[in-house]
């Protein structure tokens, strides 16, 4: 089964930026049919979708992370990326990769990666 590993969490101030990291252990073929996202959780709260691009390169972003945060993918790398630009202390929260894909038109698998912890504080 493919794995999911997150890199680039860590602590900065408000107005501060990151970009987190996903490297997916497959091919770049295979990399390239899969919908990948991006989620994240803060302690005590539900895990909420912050962006996703799809296998064809679509992207869409819950409305806290339009306009700060950019979503991309490296097909070549088989790695997804958030750049995150002005963070606030509510964007605090484990970030988690996340990879869905159909084998068949029936069927679909997906992955989580571990997570990865940004904290967001003066």
């Known amino acids: 089964q493919v794995q999911l590993v997150e890199s680039g969490g860590g602590l900065v101030h408000p107005g501060g930026s990151l970009r987190l990291s996903c490297v997916a252990s497959?091919?770049?073929?295979?990399?390239?049919?899969?919908?990948m996202s991006w989620y994240r959780q803060a302690a005590g709260k539900d895990r909420d979708l912050v962006a996703h691009i799809d296998a064809g390169g679509m992207t869409s972003y819950a409305e806290f992370a339009k306009g700060r945060f950019t979503i991309s993918r490296d097909n070549a790398k088989s790695t997804m990326y958030l750049q995150m630009n002005n963070l606030q202390p509510e964007d605090s929260a484990v970030y988690y990769c996340?990879?869905?894909?159909?084998?068949?038109?029936?069927?679909?698998?997906?992955?989580w990666g571990q997570g990865t912890l940004v904290t967001v504080s003066s």
């Open positions: 996340h990879a869905k894909w159909y084998p068949s038109v029936e069927r679909y698998y997906q992955v």
């Open positions: 497959t091919s770049e073929r295979r990399f390239r049919m899969k919908d």
